[in-house]
Structures are given as structure tokens and as C-alpha cells.
């Protein structure tokens, strides 16, 4: 439908629900998802984020008896995405509502369910009512499927695993009552050596956004004076709710959109009247819907279309293949990518942006349909990427991944840049935007973010117990 209010109320028109009763639910859900405000949008000109919530919407007010969701959160914000779950969760308890959710980000979900089962390859491999239960089953066969938290905790055999972070900061206060809190800890990450960040702080910027302005037709300024830079070799992460801005910013970036005020520098040259085109052999783009780029028949020539048409013409065949190599495409390069699940698609896509060898790399919610497998091949990727002096920019709302790999984080909200510093400063001090171990150990230690960083903090913890007489 065209309007938001139009495409909720579909449904519930064909149901023959009283025009009285239409608007009091989406007058509810609206409230419920936030998008109160662009009940009158048309729903071509929503964010990627707002799209999902209308979606959710629709099927929501209708209050069916069951509810299939299949990564119903994957774009949303962490805070958009809490509420939602916690909404489903209240209908579950107070309506009887049945839910059958999929999920690759079990932080998000893991601790709202009565019953967990596990696929693989077509099958059910594990089917269980009790979390405790899951948690040993999945630290002797598939590690990837615990939340965050359970996975440090499991590391350390403890007989019984917590699984939120509400039950981790129980066993924490247990096993520590008599330290002293809070705990220092170096924040500075193991293997980002202060000899890289040094020499990076003398290096020209390869993108430089100085205090640009911009709105769509007949829309409101939806960016207003942002700057920032980045620098080659580092790996920045917009973050922030969900209609902020993000995905517009990308597009200014690669010429798709052109800023109304202020001035953008690609590689110290104004990118003013460059054509997308050319920008594109220095910056590629991967929108926040990969399919946007799958057109070809198969997932080869996708990959062989964008290194031929984006000025590498040398050895297209034996690089092609290597990238799809990379990606773990191989077994795939055949099929058209039409076939492909969304987390394939997007790799696809991704493998394809990749094959020109673009010194800047924009990507607006890459890890979006992943699993952990991939996602952490995805993130060593782009490590790897950075360390060969691509500058990466990065949209996403995966709090976990971006704790894991990224550099630093700039905060968008409402259109303006709110603050922006290292991962570890920012995920830290954020009540949302912070990863499970982050707030774990809140009030605890500083600055942990990452779980490596955990594990050694807990073993510390283990260490000075086994001490105590
Ligand atoms: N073509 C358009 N015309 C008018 N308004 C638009 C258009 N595209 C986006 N907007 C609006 O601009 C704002 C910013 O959109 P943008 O897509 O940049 O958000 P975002 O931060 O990427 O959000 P998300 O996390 O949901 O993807 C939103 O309020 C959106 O509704
Ligand atoms: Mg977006």
C-alpha cells in the first residue's frame, strides 16, 4: 500500500475487522513500534528499519493465534529490537500466543524462550525446554549457538551456565564478593598495536565530510551538519536508531545522493560532479538490500561483471574465482543467486562489491542474515582488509560484531552526529549499544568489550578466588 497507516490496515480491512476497531490496533501498534509519527509516510521513502517495523506492524494487529517470524529484528535497532521482543513476549504470556521465531542473534532473543531447537543441514540436532540443558549440549557440539554471555561462562566449566545477564552478574557477585570493585583494565585492544594508530594519526584522511546538509524533495533535512574523516586503514561503524540517517550518509558518500550544503572529499579530491561511476573504482557500495545488485544468472558472473566493469581488467577469470574462494563461494558460483538464502545473497553481493579492489568500502548492515560462522569469516575479512589500508565504513545495528572487530563508532541520531570515538569508550558507556560482556561487567571493570577481553578478566576473577584461604 502506499502509506504506512494504508499497509497496516490492509489485512485487517480483508478480515472484515469494524473501521472502529482498525484504528484503536493500529493506533496500538503504532505506539508499540514507534513509527506513531509516519503513520501518513509513504512507504517507499521509509528506512530500511522503519520498512521492517511496518511489516511487523501489519501482522501484529491482526493478533493471530500463531506468529512465524523469521529474523524479525535483523535491521532494527538495538533498542526497537528489545521492545519488540518484549512486546511479543507479553502477548505470549497474557494472549497465548503462540511464536516460532528464527534467529541468527540470540543475544537478542535466547533469554525470551520456553524451548530451543537447533538446525543442521535440514534437521533438528537438539530440541530443548531447558536453557541449562541447551547450554551443555551446545558447548560440546556447536559453541556458535549460545549468546554471548553463556559462551564466556562455559568456557570456564561452571555446572551451570547463565544464560542472560541478569543470572552471569549472580555468579559474578557469588564468585567475588570480597574484591575490591571496580576493577582496572587496560582498554586498549590486543593486536590493534599503538605503532598502527600512531602512524594512521599522520595519514591524510581518504574521506573527509565537512558539516554537509541534506533532505529529500518535499522531505525535511534529514542530515544536518555532519563532518567526520576517515583515514586508510580504519574500520568505523555508523551506529544509531533506526531512520537516523545512516544509509542517507553512505549515499552521499558514493554519489547515489548529493549533499544540499557542505563538502565531501574522496581521497583529498572534492567529489563534487564526480559521476557515480568513477567514484565507484575507489568506494564500493553495498546497499542495505543486497539484492539491489544480483542481476545475473549466476553468482560467478556477478562476480566477474563488477571486477570487468570497474577498471580491473587484468586476470578477471583467476581473480574472479579467488574471490569467490574468499567468500566461500565456490560451491555456489553456478546457481543464480535468485536461489540463495538471504545470508548467501548477501555474501554474494558483498564478494561482488569486493572484487574491484576498492581502497574505501562502504557497508550499510552487512551482517544482517548471517550466521555466527559466517560472520565471524566476515569480520576476520575485513580485518584483513583493513590491514591492507582499506578504509572501512560500516552501517550496522549488530552490537556484537561491531564490539568484536570494528575500530571506532560515530553515533548518528535525529539526522546529527552525536558523538564518536574508540569502540571501546563508546560500546562501553552506551545502556543499549553495548555488547553482552560490556554490560556484564558493568560497574565491575571498565572498557571491556570484546569477549576475549572477558575471558581474561573472568580467569582473573578465577585466579585470585582459588587464592583466597
Ligand atoms: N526517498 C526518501 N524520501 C523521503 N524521505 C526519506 C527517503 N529515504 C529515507 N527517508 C527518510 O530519511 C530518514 C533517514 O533515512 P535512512 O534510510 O538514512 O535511515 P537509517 O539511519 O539508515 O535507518 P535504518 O537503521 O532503519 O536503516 C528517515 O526518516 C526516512 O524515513
Ligand atoms: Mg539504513
Redesign the pocket.
Known amino acids: 500500500m502506499n502509506t504506512v497507516e494504508a499497509e497496516i490496515a490492509f489485512a485487517l480491512e480483508n478480515l472484515g475487522f469494524s473501521p472502529a476497531l482498525i484504528k484503536r490496533r493500529i493506533m496500538e501498534v503504532a505506539a508499540v513500534l514507534d513509527l506513531s509519527d509516519?503513520l501518513q509516510?509513504a512507504t517507499s521513502?521509509?528506512?530500511?528499519?522503519?520498512k521492517q517495523k511496518v511489516v511487523l506492524a501489519s501482522v501484529l494487529a491482526w493478533e493471530p493465534e500463531i506468529l512465524l517470524l523469521d529474523e524479525p529484528t535483523s535491521?532494527l535497532?538495538p533498542m526497537a529490537a528489545e521492545q519488540i521482543l518484549n512486546s511479543i513476549r507479553r502477548l505470549n504470556e497474557d494472549s497465548g500466543l503462540t511464536v516460532i521465531l528464527a534467529e541468527q542473534r540470540l543475544e537478542r532473543c535466547f533469554h525470551l524462550a520456553d524451548r530451543v531447537l537447533v538446525m543442521k543441514n535440514g534437521g533438528i540436532v537438539c530440541d530443548e525446554q531447558s536453557l541449562d540443558k541447551l547450554s551443555h549440549w551446545a558447548m560440546k557440539n556447536e559453541p556458535s549457538c549460545l549468546p554471548p554471555v553463556a559462551r564466556l561462562f562455559a568456557g570456564f566449566a561452571f555446572s551451570k551456565i547463565p544464560v542472560s545477564i541478569k543470572e552471569g552478574r549472580g555468579v559474578l557477585r557469588s564468585l567475588a564478593p570480597q574484591f575490591d570493585f571496580p576493577l582496572s583494565f587496560p582498554t586498549a585492544s590486543p593486536g590493534c598495536g599503538n605503532k598502527l594508530d600512531a602512524e594512521k594519526s599522520f595519514a591524510q584522511p581518504v574521506v573527509e565530510v565537512e558539516k554537509i546538509w541534506f533532505r529529500?524533495p518535499e522531505?525535511k533535512e534529514?542530515l544536518k551538519d555532519i563532518s567526520f574523516n576517515l583515514k586508510a586503514g580504519e574500520f568505523a561503524v555508523l551506529m544509531?536508531p533506526?531512520?537516523?540517517?545512516?544509509?542517507?550518509i553512505l549515499k552521499n558518500l558514493n554519489g547515489l545522493l548529493r549533499p544540499g550544503r557542505g563538502k565531501i572529499k574522496i581521497c583529498g579530491r572534492d567529489s563534487k560532479g564526480v559521476p557515480v561511476a568513477e567514484l565507484a573504482t575507489t568506494l564500493a557500495y553495498l546497499s542495505?538490500n543486497p539484492d539491489d545488485y544480483l542481476f545475473l544468472p549466476s553468482v560467478r558472473e556477478e562476480v566477474k561483471f563488477s571486477r570487468q566493469h570497474l577498471a580491473v581488467k587484468d586476470d578477471i577469470d583467476g581473480r574472479s574465482e579467488q574471490v569467490l574462494q574468499r567468500f566461500g563461494l565456490s560451491q555456489l558460483a553456478k546457481l543464480n543467486p535468485r536461489d540463495l538464502s538471504s545470508g548467501e545473497r548477501q555474501r554474494v553481493a558483498l564478494a561482488a562489491v569486493m572484487a574491484a579492489n576498492p581502497r574505501i568500502l562502504l557497508l550499510d548492515e552487512p551482517t544482517r542474515g548471517l550466521d555466527s560462522r559466517h560472520k565471524e569469516e566476515l569480520g576476520r575479512f575485513l580485518q584483513q582488509m583493513q590491514a591492507e589500508g582499506v578504509a572501512i565504513l560500516m552501517?550496522s545495528?549488530d552490537v556484537e560484531f561491531v564490539a568484536e572487530y570494528a575500530g571506532k563508532v560515530i553515533f548518528?541520531a535525529d539526522g546529527s552526529l552525536l558523538c564518536s570515538g574508540s569502540k571501546y569508550d563508546m560500546l562501553s558507556s552506551s545502556t543499549f549499544y553495548s555488547p553482552q560482556v560490556s554490560k556484564l561487567f558493568r560497574g565491575i571493570a571498565q572498557g571491556i568489550v570484546t569477549l576475549k577481553q572477558a575471558q581474561k578478566l573472568l580467569q582473573r576473577i578465577l585466579h585470585q578466588r582459588a587464592q583466597q584461604p
Not at 521513502?45 to 522503519?50: K, M, P, V
Open positions: 509516519c509516510q521513502t521509509l528506512s530500511g528499519g522503519q535491521q535497532d529529500y522531505g534529514v544509531g533506526n531512520g537516523a540517517g545512516k544509509s542517507t542495505q552501517v545495528h548518528i
